[in-house]
């Protein structure tokens, strides 16, 4: 059965303070992993995808790599603006396009 | 971009009344929509994946008969909670796949039943 397991379940972070989030997926094979990103009360907001290991995608202060094992959400010098519930989803090889999700980390920077 | 939308985005209903809420891709076609529920500080829980023209494909212990979903076209697909009881109150999030490598979510539609 494939799996997702986030950690950890929160975070605090100071505003500057550099920090990275895990992902630990068991899956059949990988067809991709995803990240996205959850504000309280709204839908996941897509982030990255990624396919391979070694793969690494970038966007702002947020960074994501990709092991065969575990993906990492790397957040450099975050901001307040950055606090939400992190989450990671697989999809598997073989069957649909149903994604498995992991169960969030919620991430807080404080100013 | 990709966006998804839902209406309504939050409704209150009375127990034993059936709602319906719909899921529209407005920017590209979605041959595939999933619904998913999410419950206070939980993950997103699917619930079906819905596939234009065909019936939709229901995870285990999920109600078909309770949860009616209805692809109708490559934008919108719905999902009505018939019967509701207090139990079904919930944050229903759908998403819809441009690509096989790509699913984009809607904003969610905060059910209460009383």
């Known amino acids: 059965e494939d799996q997702v397991t986030q950690s950890p379940e929160a975070l605090r972070l100071q505003e500057g303070e550099s920090s990275s989030l895990n992902c630990s997926y068991t899956v059949s094979g990988l067809r991709g992993l995803f990240w996205y990103r959850q504000d309280p009360g709204k839908g996941p907001e897509f982030l990255f995808t990624l396919y391979s290991a070694g793969e690494e995608k970038e966007k702002e202060r947020l960074k994501a790599t990709l092991t065969k094992k575990e993906s990492f959400l790397h957040i450099t010098a975050p901001k307040p603006e950055d606090s939400a519930t992190y989450l990671c989803?697989?999809?598997?090889?073989?069957?649909?396009?149903?994604?498995?999700f992991g169960k969030g980390t919620k991430l807080t920077v404080n100013p | 971009g990709a966006v998804v939308s839902q209406h309504p985005s939050w409704v209150i209903c009375k127990s034993g009344t059936s709602v319906k809420i719909e899921c529209r891709s407005l920017?590209?076609?979605?041959?595939?929509m999933f619904w998913y529920r999410q419950f206070p500080k939980q993950s997103l829980m699917l619930m079906a994946t819905s596939n234009e023209g065909s019936k939709a494909t229901y995870e285990q212990g999920v109600e078909k008969d309770k949860f009616l979903i209805n692809h109708a076209s490559l934008t919108l697909s719905t999902l009505t909670v018939t019967s509701a009881h207090p139990e079904d109150s919930s944050f229903y999030i759908c998403s819809a796949s441009r690509s096989r490598d790509e699913q984009f979510f809607g904003p969610g539609t905060r059910l209460t039943v009383l």
């Open positions: 920017d590209f076609q979605a041959t595939t």
């Open positions: 989803a697989v999809h598997a090889v073989r069957g649909s396009e149903k994604l498995v």
